[in-house]
C-alpha cells in the first residue's frame, strides 16, 4: 500500500556531494520520513528523519553536519543533501516511513516496523 521510491544515488569522489530523493504515495499522510543505509555485509543503519511539518529533523552522530534533510509535502517528497562524502559513506541508501503518523522524528530511529524504498546505491570512490 506504501510505496517509497528513491533516487539521486550514484558514483562520486571523496569530497564531493549528492542529493538523495524519495517519494512517497499512499497512505503516508503525516508519517515521518527518513533516510538509512546498509554498508556492504554490514547491518543497516539510520541516518537522517524529518516530522511531517519538517520542523522537525534527527541525524545520526555520524553525519557529523555534513548530510541534510528536507521535505516537500506538496510532492510527498524528502531529500537528503550529503555534502563533503567520504569512503565511509558508501552504502545502499533506504527511504523509511514510520507507520504512526505525527510522532517525532527520532521515533523512526528505532522503529522495527517502518515501511521501505528500494534502495538507492551510494558509491564514494578516495
Known amino acids: 500500500q506504501v510505496q517509497l521510491v528513491e533516487s539521486g544515488g550514484g558514483l562520486v569522489q571523496a569530497g564531493g556531494s549528492l542529493r538523495l530523493s524519495c517519494t512517497a504515495s499512499g497512505r503516508t499522510f503525516g508519517n515521518p520520513l527518513g533516510w538509512f543505509r546498509q554498508p556492504s555485509g554490514k547491518e543497516r543503519e539510520f541516518v537522517a528523519a524529518?516530522?511531517?511539518?519538517?520542523?522537525?529533523?534527527a541525524y545520526a552522530d555520524s553525519d557529523k553536519g555534513r548530510f541534510t534533510i528536507s521535505r516537500d509535502n506538496n510532492k510527498n517528497t524528502i531529500f537528503l543533501q550529503m555534502d563533503n562524502l567520504n569512503p565511509e559513506d558508501t552504502a545502499v541508501y533506504y527511504c523509511a516511513a514510520g507507520r504512526k503518523p505525527f510522532s517525532p522524528p527520532d521515533a523512526l530511529r528505532t522503529n522495527r516496523d517502518n515501511y521501505w524504498g528500494q534502495g538507492t546505491p551510494v558509491t564514494v570512490s578516495s
Open positions: 524529518i516530522s511531517w511539518s519538517g520542523g522537525t529533523t
